[in-house]
């Protein structure tokens, strides 16, 4: 096998490999912190990559289904944004811990206050403490707006169709799981909440840097591991035919 056949091999093996990585961060998504139990409460990071190598994103809104309303939402101070939580009355008042709630959350806005935001090859999470989470629905479906700072506003608003292929904007969406044996999460959402916002000094925008940066370098690593295995059996079968052709001769 000559040289430049290796070489092929080797492309071919690192550029499946980043074709199959690459959209695994591209998208703005939710995941809880443990788990988000039906009719408990939950801690979820709304993960947000920068996808612009020369802007950065200094806006994200965080919508709240309508359908299925949240009354209490709790964010976690993040130093270098603002944060601002929108209300808004209920068509249909909600019942919680024996009392009726008239008004949920509709909106959550973090705004980069520093004017730095997530910097081009980062990512941001942005926590909040959430319940109580509806019984009559498997998932919840949060449409996000990302702003860049060059006013460039990408739309995460698109809903996932059984049989068909995700969409190019989808909007991130959390999966519930099965209510738990007390049917709330309250103590544990509650005290990781109250943990999380007495780090101040550590707090999610500090930690966006080291995370994001060892996430990259995790998935180069893998690229090179890869690549260079490939090149090593490319060249071990070629070794092989070699020594078999000398030993015939």
Same mark, same amino acid.
């Given at each position: 096998m000559k040289a430049s056949r290796i070489?092929?091999?080797?492309?071919?093996?690192? =550029?499946?490999?980043?074709?199959?990585?690459?959209?695994?961060?591209?998208?703005?998504?939710?995941?809880?912190?443990? =788990?988000?139990?039906?009719?408990g409460y939950a801690v979820i990071d709304f993960k947000v990559p920068n996808e612009r190598d020369d802007a950065s994103t200094t806006k994200v809104e965080v919508n709240f289904p309508a359908d299925h309303p949240i009354a209490s939402v709790l964010a976690?101070?993040?130093?270098?944004?603002?944060?601002?939580? =929108?209300k808004s009355k209920l068509a249909k008042p909600l019942e919680m811990h024996g009392e009726k709630i008239s008004e949920a959350v509709t909106k959550v806005t973090w705004t980069a206050s520093d004017g730095k935001g997530v910097q081009p090859g980062f990512f941001q999470k942005f926590p909040l403490s959430v319940g109580a989470l509806p019984e009559n629905t498997d998932e919840l479906v949060f449409k996000a707006l990302q702003t860049y700072s060059d006013k460039e506003v990408v739309r995460w608003i698109e809903v996932q169709q059984k049989g068909q292929e995700e969409p190019e904007n989808p909007a991130p969406v959390l999966a519930l799981s099965a209510a738990t044996g007390d049917h709330h999460g309250t103590a544990a959402a509650e005290d990781t909440a109250a943990e999380t916002s007495a780090k101040t000094g550590t707090t999610a925008s500090d930690d966006s840097g080291?995370?994001?940066?060892?996430?990259? =370098?995790?998935?180069?690593?893998?690229?090179?591991?890869?690549?260079?295995?490939a090149a090593g059996v490319a060249y071990g079968v070629a070794a092989g035919r070699r020594r078999s052709t000398g030993s015939e001769a």
């Open positions: 070489a092929a091999v080797t492309a071919v093996a690192g =550029t499946a490999v980043l074709a199959v990585s690459s959209p695994a961060f591209a998208h703005v998504s939710v995941q809880p912190e443990g =788990t988000a139990a039906k009719g976690q101070p993040m130093a270098g944004w603002g944060i601002d939580v =929108t080291s995370s994001g940066g060892s996430d990259t =370098t995790a998935r180069v690593l893998g690229v090179v591991g890869i690549v260079v295995g």
